[in-house]
């Protein structure tokens, strides 16, 4: 079992930042590819970024060049630097640890947290 608690989601102007927070706990977190979903309301559950145990990356087109994800192996936690924010990148945030299938797949993901708003106002 994993657990994941993401923090850092709030209310922000457009063209503001956000930096989103993921801890975690219970089994290995540095064997799993971690990864970062959002869900606007009336939407299905969409990628966003992913990285996996050795630093590699993966972006959304809709957030590439605005959001950086980073990992940090000894404090088992993620983030998702979120730049340039706009009203379209509102919705929930969750972050996910990885089973097996494809990386831009939520049924993908094992274990998920709980989520956090992002709100953009313009």
């Known amino acids: 079992q994993v657990q994941l608690v993401e923090s850092g989601g709030g209310l922000v102007q457009a063209g503001g930042s956000l930096r989103l927070s993921c801890a975690a706990s219970g089994r290995a977190f540095s064997n799993y590819m971690m990864g970062w979903f959002r869900q606007a309301p009336g939407k299905e559950r969409e990628f966003v970024s992913s990285i996996n145990r050795s630093g590699v990356t993966n972006y959304a087109d809709s957030v590439k060049g605005r959001f950086t994800i980073s990992r940090d192996n000894a404090k088992s936690t993620v983030w998702l630097q979120m730049n340039s924010l706009k009203p379209e990148d509102t919705a929930v945030y969750y972050c996910?640890?990885?089973?097996?299938?494809?990386?831009?797949?939520?049924?993908?993901?094992?274990?998920w947290g709980q989520g956090t708003q992002v709100t953009v106002s313009s």
């Open positions: 996910a640890a990885r089973g097996s299938g494809s990386l831009y797949q939520p049924i993908s993901y094992e274990y």
